[in-house]
C-alpha cells in the first residue's frame, strides 16, 4: 500500500487538537471540558471506563454530533465551521459494526467506495485491495451476516479504510474479540500507522493501550484525569507486578523476607498470596525484574515460573483518582464475540 497523502495542518504537526470540549446529555456531563492533541502519525489511546465519554468523544470528532462548548480541529479543519472538509480526510470504525448484514464483504466496500464518490473502476480496485489487505478475499462474496466476530471488525477496519483516511478513530476496536482475533486487529492498526495513518484509539484495556498508543489520555465522566507517555503512566500507577511462585511454597515467608531485607532500588515489599503460592512483587521497571530474581537465585531459592502482570484499568483508576471507576470490565473477561 502507498503512503497516505496527508493535508498540511498549518504548521501544527498535531492532526488532532481538542479544546474544552464540552457536550452535555440533560444533566449528564458526557464531556465536560475535554483537552487533547493527537501527534500527526501516532496513536493516542483514549481510556477510560464504561460511560466516561469516549464515544461522545469520537461523535463529536467525526461531525456526527455538534458540541456545545469549546472547539475541536482535526487536520486543521473546525468540526463545527468544515464539517464536510474534515469528513474527508477521517475514517471511522464504531464501536458497533456498522457494515450491511445482507451484503457481502465486497459489495459493502464497493458500496462505501460509491458513497464517497469513487469512479466505479476505482471503488472496485479500493474493495478488491482492502478486502485482500484484511484477508477477506475468500469471503469476499459471502453475506456479512455469515462472517464471524473477528472478520466483521476486520471488514469494519477496511469500510474505514476505503477513503485512505488520514485521521482514522477507532471507537474500542476489540472489545468483544478473543484474545487471538484481537491480536489481528492490532496488527492491521500497526500497519496502519506505519502507513503514515494518525489514530485516535479509544478502548478500555490497558494492554490495547500500551501495545498500539504512542500516548494516552485517561477520561472519566468526561473529564481528562491523566495524560502521558504510556511509560509515564505505568510508573503513575506502579508498573507492573512480578509474580513468583517457588518450587517450596513452604520458603514464601523466607523470600519475602529476603526481598524486604535487601532493600531494592524501587522495591517497596512483596505480597505473599497463599491460594496462588505465589509472592506478588510490584515493580516499575525491567531492571528490577533482573535484580529480584537475580537476588532470589543468590539466596537460593529454587522458582518453579515467574510472570508479570500490568496493571488493570481498575488498578488505573485507584491510582489516578483514589476511587474505583464507576462501571468497570476486568482486563481479563473475554466475551465470545
Ligand atoms: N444520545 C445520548 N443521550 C443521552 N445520554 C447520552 C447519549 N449518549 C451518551 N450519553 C451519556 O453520556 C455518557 C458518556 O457516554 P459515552 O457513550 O460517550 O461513553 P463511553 O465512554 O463510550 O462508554 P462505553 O465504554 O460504554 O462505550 C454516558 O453517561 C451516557 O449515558
Ligand atoms: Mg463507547
Same mark, same amino acid.
Given at each position: 500500500?502507498?503512503?497516505?497523502?496527508?493535508?498540511?495542518?498549518?504548521?501544527s504537526?498535531?492532526?488532532?487538537?481538542?479544546?474544552?470540549?464540552?457536550?452535555?446529555?440533560?444533566?449528564?456531563?458526557a464531556?465536560?471540558?475535554?483537552?487533547?492533541?493527537?501527534?500527526?502519525?501516532? !496513536? @493516542?489511546?483514549?481510556l477510560? #471506563?464504561?460511560g %466516561?465519554?469516549?464515544?461522545?468523544?469520537?461523535?463529536?470528532?467525526?461531525?456526527?454530533?455538534? #458540541?456545545?462548548?469549546?472547539?475541536?480541529?482535526?487536520?486543521?479543519?473546525?468540526?463545527?465551521? $468544515? #464539517?464536510?472538509?474534515?469528513?474527508?480526510?477521517?475514517?471511522l470504525?464504531?464501536?458497533?459494526?456498522?457494515?450491511?448484514?445482507?451484503?457481502?464483504?465486497?459489495?459493502?466496500?464497493?458500496?462505501?467506495?460509491?458513497?464517497?464518490?469513487?469512479?466505479?473502476?476505482?471503488?472496485r480496485?479500493? %474493495?478488491?485491495?482492502?478486502?485482500?489487505?484484511?484477508?477477506? *478475499?475468500?469471503?469476499?462474496?459471502?453475506?456479512?451476516? $455469515?462472517?464471524?466476530?473477528?472478520?466483521?471488525?476486520?471488514?469494519?477496519?477496511? %469500510?474505514?479504510?476505503?477513503?485512505r483516511?488520514?485521521?482514522?478513530?477507532?471507537?474500542?476496536?476489540t472489545?468483544?474479540?478473543?484474545?487471538?482475533?484481537?491480536?489481528?486487529?492490532?496488527?492491521? !492498526?500497526?500497519?496502519?500507522?506505519?502507513?503514515?495513518?494518525?489514530?485516535?484509539?479509544?478502548t $478500555?484495556?490497558?494492554?490495547?493501550?500500551?501495545?498500539?498508543?504512542?500516548? @494516552?489520555? !485517561?477520561?472519566?465522566?468526561?473529564?481528562?484525569?491523566?495524560?502521558?507517555?504510556?511509560?509515564?503512566?505505568?510508573?503513575?500507577?506502579?508498573?507492573?507486578?512480578?509474580?513468583?511462585?517457588?518450587?517450596?511454597?513452604?520458603?514464601?515467608?523466607?523470600?519475602?523476607?529476603?526481598?524486604?531485607d535487601?532493600?531494592?532500588?524501587?522495591?517497596?515489599?512483596a505480597?505473599?498470596?497463599?491460594?496462588?503460592?505465589?509472592?506478588?512483587?510490584?515493580?516499575?521497571?525491567?531492571?528490577?525484574l533482573?535484580?529480584?530474581?537475580?537476588?532470589?537465585?543468590?539466596?537460593?531459592?529454587g522458582?518453579?515460573?515467574?510472570? *508479570?502482570?500490568?496493571?488493570?484499568?481498575?488498578?488505573?483508576?485507584?491510582?489516578?483518582?483514589?476511587?474505583?471507576?464507576?462501571?468497570?470490565?476486568?482486563?481479563?473477561?473475554?466475551?465470545a464475540?
Amino acid at each position: 500500500m502507498t503512503r497516505i497523502d496527508k493535508n498540511p495542518y498549518g504548521g501544527s504537526d498535531h492532526a488532532v487538537e481538542v479544546r474544552g470540549l464540552v457536550k452535555h446529555y440533560g444533566a449528564t456531563k458526557a464531556l465536560d471540558g475535554v483537552d487533547l492533541d493527537v501527534r500527526e502519525g501516532t !496513536v @493516542l489511546g483514549v481510556l477510560g #471506563p464504561n460511560g %466516561a465519554g469516549k464515544t461522545t468523544l469520537v461523535r463529536c470528532l467525526s461531525t456526527l454530533i455538534t #458540541p456545545d462548548a469549546g472547539t475541536a480541529t482535526v487536520a486543521g479543519y473546525d468540526v463545527v465551521r $468544515q #464539517p464536510r472538509q474534515l469528513r474527508r480526510t477521517i475514517g471511522l470504525t464504531g464501536q458497533y459494526a456498522s457494515v450491511d448484514e445482507k451484503l457481502s464483504g465486497w459489495e459493502n466496500l464497493y458500496m462505501i467506495g460509491r458513497l464517497l464518490d469513487l469512479p466505479r473502476p476505482e471503488a472496485r480496485r479500493r %474493495a478488491d485491495s482492502m478486502l485482500e489487505r484484511f484477508s477477506l *478475499t475468500e469471503a469476499a462474496k459471502r453475506p456479512v451476516m $455469515q462472517y464471524s466476530g473477528g472478520m466483521r471488525r476486520r471488514l469494519d477496519l477496511a %469500510a474505514s479504510m476505503i477513503g485512505r483516511p488520514a485521521v482514522l478513530y477507532l471507537d474500542e476496536p476489540t472489545t468483544g474479540l478473543d484474545p487471538r482475533t484481537r491480536n489481528e486487529v492490532w496488527d492491521e !492498526v500497526q500497519r496502519m500507522v506505519a502507513d503514515g495513518v494518525t489514530v485516535l484509539l479509544t478502548t $478500555q484495556y490497558m494492554e490495547e493501550a500500551e501495545r498500539l498508543a504512542n500516548e @494516552l489520555t !485517561v477520561i472519566d465522566r468526561g473529564k481528562v484525569i491523566a495524560s502521558g507517555g504510556v511509560d509515564e503512566l505505568k510508573a503513575k500507577v506502579g508498573g507492573r507486578t512480578l509474580r513468583i511462585r517457588p518450587t517450596d511454597p513452604a520458603r514464601l515467608p523466607a523470600m519475602a523476607r529476603a526481598l524486604g531485607d535487601a532493600g531494592l532500588d524501587g522495591i517497596a515489599g512483596a505480597t505473599i498470596v497463599p491460594d496462588e503460592g505465589r509472592l506478588y512483587v510490584p515493580i516499575l521497571a525491567d531492571t528490577q525484574l533482573t535484580a529480584v530474581i537475580a537476588l532470589l537465585a543468590a539466596h537460593g531459592f529454587g522458582i518453579a515460573d515467574i510472570s *508479570t502482570q500490568l496493571p488493570s484499568l481498575d488498578e488505573v483508576f485507584l491510582a489516578i483518582t483514589g476511587e474505583k471507576p464507576p462501571v468497570s470490565e476486568p482486563l481479563s473477561e473475554e466475551v465470545a464475540a
